[in-house]
């Protein structure tokens, strides 16, 4: 088995939003969570301003990645999201907004935090109480903190307990 190293995720929660919301009309838009496809992949290259290497992670048979996108609209993704299952909870490799989401003039609020909730939602359905792990940047364990609930463990390793992945699902899925 090849040796990973560990990536720190940097993703920013912009605010918890009941789905995702339009950041000029203010408008909110139902979304799905789909798998990603490697149909999808034409979509998701570094020349489109991705950061990651999302075909690697869509090959590698030990990870479960998603994309989020608007309700009826699946062929635009807002987000995408990188997971395994251990053996007690869900472990978050990557998770990225779409290059148009990011920075001050992003188009939609909430994409990040409707992929962490996505990611409770499966640690609750594979009974793990919706224990969520993420090896996160130092500079944002504070904000994961505050938005998310989640716990510093040890150095850069953070876990959202049942408590706040309850707290998230409610707030992003609503059935």
């Given at each position: 088995?090849?040796?990973?190293?560990?990536?720190?995720?940097?993703?920013?929660?912009?605010?918890?939003?009941?789905?995702?919301?339009?950041?000029?009309?203010?408008?909110?838009?139902?979304?799905?969570?789909?798998?990603?496809?490697?149909?999808?992949?034409?979509?998701?290259?570094?020349?489109?301003?991705?950061?990651?290497?999302?075909?690697?992670?869509?090959?590698?048979?030990?990870?479960?990645?998603?994309?989020?996108?608007?309700?009826?609209?699946?062929?635009?993704?807002?987000?995408?999201?990188?997971?395994?299952?251990?053996?007690?909870?869900?472990?978050?490799?990557?998770?990225?907004?779409?290059?148009?989401?990011v920075g001050?003039?992003?188009?939609?609020?909430?994409?990040?935090?409707?992929?962490?909730?996505?990611?409770?939602?499966?640690?609750?359905?594979?009974?793990?109480?919706?224990?969520?792990?993420?090896?996160?940047?130092?500079?944002?364990?504070?904000?994961?903190?505050?938005?998310?609930?989640?716990?510093?463990?040890?150095?850069?390793?953070?876990?959202?307990?049942?408590?706040?992945?309850?707290?998230?699902?409610?707030?992003?899925f609503k059935?």
């Amino acid at each position: 088995m090849k040796e990973s190293k560990a990536i720190y995720l940097d993703f920013v929660v912009d605010k918890l939003t009941n789905s995702i919301q339009n950041t000029i009309s203010g408008d909110s838009f139902a979304t799905e969570v789909l798998r990603l496809t490697t149909s999808d992949l034409k979509q998701i290259t570094k020349s489109k301003g991705w950061n990651f290497n999302w075909k690697s992670e869509l090959e590698d048979n030990a990870k479960e990645v998603f994309k989020l996108t608007i309700a009826n609209n699946p062929t635009i993704i807002q987000g995408l999201l990188s997971l395994t299952l251990e053996h007690d909870h869900v472990y978050m490799y990557l998770l990225e907004n779409a290059p148009f989401n990011v920075g001050r003039n992003k188009l939609y609020d909430g994409v990040a935090g409707n992929l962490v909730a996505h990611a409770c939602k499966v640690s609750f359905q594979n009974g793990f109480d919706g224990f969520i792990a993420f090896t996160a940047k130092t500079k944002l364990i504070e904000h994961y903190q505050e938005t998310l609930g989640a716990y510093r463990l040890s150095g850069n390793k953070m876990i959202i307990p049942t408590e706040s992945a309850q707290i998230l699902i409610n707030k992003y899925f609503k059935s």
